[in-house]
């Protein structure tokens, strides 16, 4: 194994790491139906959602994603 091999496999690493905790901080679909349901999808924090952290980590898991998959093809050619 030499070394730009190595660098890139712990990089992969702690990108499956990161990748891993970005995806078990996000909220799940079903916590939205029940405001859905009882009508409280209209208010003021449904509005600023793009602001808001579970916005903001979905928006982290897509540049991880895309990240973690650039560095499998670029190991798998090394």
Do not use: H, Y
């Not at 194994?1 to 496999?9: K, Y």
């Not at 602001?51 to 980590?57: F, I, M, P, Q, V």
């Not at 990240?67 to 798998?76: K, N």
Request: overall charge positive; glycine content about 6%.
């Amino acid at each position: 194994m030499n070394i730009p091999q190595l660098i890139l496999s712990i990089v992969l690493f702690l990108l499956s790491l990161f990748l891993i905790a970005v995806v078990l901080l996000q909220e799940g679909k079903t916590a939205g139906l029940n405001g859905a349901i009882s009508g409280g999808a209209d208010t003021f924090l449904s509005k600023n959602k793009a602001k808001s952290l579970d916005a903001k980590l979905a928006r982290w898991t897509k540049w991880v994603a895309i990240i973690f998959m650039v560095v499998c093809v670029v190991l798998s050619l090394v």
